[in-house]
């Protein structure tokens, strides 16, 4: 018979131990450790247990867990410490035999159910450890969504960043501490925000209202959101090259040749679990990709100053590659010579010698060889023409 989990994450929300359940009950009082952040720990009674402060920033907790390890140990977490929770760290970190978890009522259930709203049609954000610019690729007009923040204080800078992307008429319900005897519920304007006081812990909810730009959701997002210097794969080549990727769950991406970063930016709008890698030769074309992520809240993409196939070396393999620049012969017989079979790979060329490049390889290695031309309306004397623009030739193939 195993032996029971000596670890156990028991979510606590603002009413304390008077807010929990039977069975949560008995784990704290069987307790001989207590681990949370202080103000968990001031809502429950001292048991005669032993109790630590969770350390910032929340890693260095860990080491400290660990060393408690055959003793009953309980750490407090907020709500339920499965959602944007400390829940999922602990799991990763310890084995599925070593911790149970006891999860309390959610804090956006709670606010979903002050504010008369289906959960099931409101997204949800943790910020309280992330980036505002998280919310930048789903603001529309008519979003409703609850967003946890770090404290007081980041509720104007909220209202801040809502005005500065153009969504200046969004409505906020503030909600502090809910749950528990200080619950606190106003409604007000952005304006109304930035002048107002608020206490930790709260979130938000949003009705997005304003004529700030909404992001379209199908791939080829608009080229004038991401900052460039010109080199850029334009927005009708994006969504063909975002098409041949062919994202899926959990996949990393290697962006070679990253230019705006836009191809890899757009890779990790498709799904939160994605993850990507843009190298990039150019220092300052490295700089524009990390701000064109910071900006677009993609803060899942890795940014490698360097020349392919030598900047390639230690870095996680990728489930899928992108060429968009510095094809050659080298980088090609590296990338075959080391990725697993399996791999997927889009290459994109639009100079001749890159081109037979890619028709040699499409004969040695088969796969799918595409060629894209296109053609804007532009003036032509008093009257339009058609102006093209250079063909691309995009190979696509599984190694």
């Given at each position: 018979m195993s032996?029971?989990?000596?670890l156990?994450?028991?979510?606590?929300?603002?009413?304390?131990f008077?807010g929990?359940s039977?069975?949560?009950r008995?784990?704290l009082d069987r307790a001989?450790v207590?681990?949370?952040p202080?103000?968990?720990?001031?809502?429950?009674?001292d048991?005669?247990?032993?109790r630590?402060?969770?350390?910032v920033?929340?890693s260095?907790?860990?080491?400290?867990l660990q060393?408690?390890r055959?003793?009953?140990?309980?750490?407090?977490a907020s709500g339920?410490?499965f959602?944007?929770?400390?829940?999922?760290?602990i799991a990763?970190?310890?084995?599925?035999g070593?911790?149970t978890?006891?999860p309390?009522q959610?804090?956006?259930?709670?606010?979903?159910?002050?504010?008369g709203?289906?959960?099931?049609?409101?997204?949800?954000f943790?910020?309280?450890?992330a980036?505002?610019?998280?919310?930048r690729?789903?603001l529309?007009?008519?979003?409703?969504s609850?967003?946890l923040?770090?404290d007081?204080?980041a509720?104007?800078?909220?209202a801040?960043?809502l005005?500065?992307?153009g969504?200046?008429?969004?409505q906020l319900?503030?909600?502090e501490a809910?749950?528990?005897?200080?619950?606190r519920?106003?409604s007000?304007s952005l304006?109304e925000?930035?002048l107002g006081?608020?206490?930790?812990?709260?979130?938000v909810?949003?009705?997005?209202?304003?004529?700030?730009k909404?992001?379209?959701?199908?791939?080829?997002?608009?080229d004038e959101?991401?900052?460039?210097?010109?080199?850029?794969t334009?927005?009708?080549?994006?969504?063909?090259?975002l098409?041949?990727?062919?994202?899926q769950?959990?996949?990393?991406l290697?962006?070679?040749?990253?230019g705006?970063?836009?191809?890899?930016i757009e890779w990790?709008?498709?799904?939160?679990?994605?993850t990507?890698?843009?190298?990039?030769?150019?220092?300052?074309?490295?700089?524009?990709?990390?701000?064109?992520a910071?900006?677009?809240?993609?803060?899942?993409?890795q940014v490698?100053?360097?020349?392919?196939?030598?900047?390639?070396s230690?870095?996680p393999?990728?489930d899928?590659?992108?060429i968009?620049?510095?094809?050659s012969?080298?980088?090609?017989?590296?990338?075959?010579?080391?990725?697993p079979?399996g791999?997927?790979?889009?290459?994109?060329?639009v100079?001749?010698e890159?081109e037979a490049?890619l028709?040699t390889?499409?004969?040695?290695?088969?796969?799918?060889l595409?060629?894209?031309?296109?053609?804007?309306?532009?003036?032509?004397?008093?009257?339009?023409?058609?102006?093209?623009?250079?063909?691309?030739?995009q190979?696509?193939?599984?190694?």
């Amino acid at each position: 018979m195993s032996e029971a989990p000596w670890l156990t994450v028991l979510g606590l929300g603002e009413d304390g131990f008077d807010g929990l359940s039977p069975a949560s009950r008995q784990v704290l009082d069987r307790a001989e450790v207590i681990m949370g952040p202080p103000r968990h720990l001031s809502l429950i009674p001292d048991n005669g247990a032993k109790r630590f402060e969770w350390p910032v920033p929340f890693s260095d907790g860990l080491p400290l867990l660990q060393q408690q390890r055959g003793r009953a140990t309980v750490v407090l977490a907020s709500g339920d410490p499965f959602w944007f929770g400390a829940g999922s760290v602990i799991a990763r970190n310890f084995a599925a035999g070593e911790w149970t978890a006891l999860p309390g009522q959610s804090t956006f259930s709670l606010a979903a159910a002050r504010l008369g709203w289906p959960l099931e049609n409101t997204q949800t954000f943790g910020l309280h450890a992330a980036p505002l610019t998280r919310l930048r690729p789903h603001l529309s007009e008519g979003l409703r969504s609850i967003v946890l923040l770090r404290d007081g204080p980041a509720v104007a800078e909220l209202a801040t960043y809502l005005t500065e992307t153009g969504f200046a008429d969004t409505q906020l319900h503030v909600m502090e501490a809910l749950g528990g005897p200080r619950e606190r519920t106003r409604s007000m304007s952005l304006t109304e925000a930035l002048l107002g006081s608020f206490e930790h812990p709260v979130c938000v909810g949003l009705e997005v209202r304003g004529a700030g730009k909404a992001f379209p959701k199908a791939s080829g997002k608009p080229d004038e959101i991401f900052e460039t210097d010109g080199q850029i794969t334009k927005r009708p080549i994006r969504a063909l090259t975002l098409s041949a990727l062919a994202p899926q769950r959990d996949e990393h991406l290697w962006d070679i040749g990253g230019g705006t970063g836009s191809i890899s930016i757009e890779w990790l709008m498709c799904d939160p679990s994605l993850t990507a890698t843009s190298i990039e030769p150019r220092a300052e074309r490295a700089d524009r990709i990390r701000r064109n992520a910071d900006s677009l809240g993609q803060d899942r993409l890795q940014v490698v100053h360097g020349t392919a196939p030598d900047a390639l070396s230690g870095l996680p393999l990728p489930d899928v590659v992108f060429i968009g620049g510095g094809l050659s012969t080298e980088l090609m017989n590296w990338l075959q010579e080391t990725l697993p079979v399996g791999t997927r790979l889009v290459a994109n060329s639009v100079t001749l010698e890159s081109e037979a490049l890619l028709a040699t390889w499409h004969e040695k290695l088969g796969g799918d060889l595409l060629r894209i031309e296109l053609a804007h309306s532009a003036p032509l004397g008093p009257r339009r023409g058609w102006k093209s623009a250079y063909p691309v030739v995009q190979w696509s193939v599984t190694l």
